[in-house]
């Protein structure tokens, strides 16, 4: 089945710097790749997600890109604030096989003021 | 207010006594969906639901049980539960299960389910 790996497993940061989350996976049919941020005591959030079909997504500060040859995704995070401190999980799926997630150990981010 | 909603959000039982998690949403959404969280090993999926009547396997299935004889509910069945299976659980829904237009592959996620098995 499905394998995600994800690093680093903590990171911390200056604010105001960039944070990169690198994760791989071993199924090349997978073709679905979130991101989630899970903020302490509450459910992951979805901040971005890419398809098979795109190399590169965008939204404001937060970008993911998708390398399919290599098997591997990440998620940038530019001029980081504070409240981006948080723990960010990838995942892998593939959708059209019906929707069984899988995701990565989880990145703690700490952004310092 | 669209959201997922999971009941109780904590509970201590005892090994072996019967419970049930209960997860619901109000987004009329087809796909529901089953996790667990553990230090160090992320989310893993238990069950997963493309829609009414249709259940299927994730990666960590064993002593877990689910049903979905409404759109809106899903709930979690542990028969017997056992002192690993102490953890916190998600529900998540999302509108498709298939890859449909933009966004409506999103999952939502509950707020979280603290269970402890003594």
């Known amino acids: 089945g499905e394998n995600v790996e994800q690093h680093p497993s903590t990171l911390s940061v200056q604010e105001g710097d960039s944070a990169v989350i690198k994760c791989t996976y071993s199924?090349?049919?997978?073709?679905?790749f979130p991101w989630y941020k899970q903020e302490l005591g509450k459910g992951p959030q979805l901040i971005i997600d890419?398809?098979?079909?795109?190399g590169e997504k965008k939204d404001q500060r937060i970008a993911v890109t998708l390398n399919k040859t290599a098997k591997h995704f990440s998620l940038h995070i530019t001029e980081t604030q504070p409240e981006d401190s948080a723990v960010y999980f990838c995942a892998a799926s593939k959708a059209y096989y019906g929707q069984n997630f899988v995701f990565g150990p989880g990145t703690r981010l700490s952004v310092l003021p | 207010e669209a959201q997922v909603t999971q009941n109780p959000r904590y509970l201590i039982t005892v090994t072996g006594k019967k419970l049930t998690v209960t997860c619901s949403q109000n987004m009329n959404h087809e796909y529901m969906s089953w996790y667990r969280q553990d230090p160090g090993l992320g989310l893993r999926q238990i069950y997963y639901?493309?829609?009414?009547?249709v259940t299927d396997k994730g990666d960590v299935p064993e002593g877990y049980k689910v049903s979905r004889k409404e759109k809106r509910n899903f709930p979690l069945i542990l028969e017997s539960p056992s002192p690993n299976q102490t953890s916190l659980y998600f529900c998540?829904?999302?509108?498709?299960w298939g890859t449909g237009p933009e966004g409506t592959d999103t999952q939502y996620f509950g707020p979280g389910t603290r269970l402890t098995v003594l």
């Open positions: 199924d090349s049919a997978s073709n679905y």
């Open positions: 890419i398809r098979s079909n795109v």
């Open positions: 639901s493309m829609n009414v009547e």
């Open positions: 998540a829904s999302s509108l498709v």
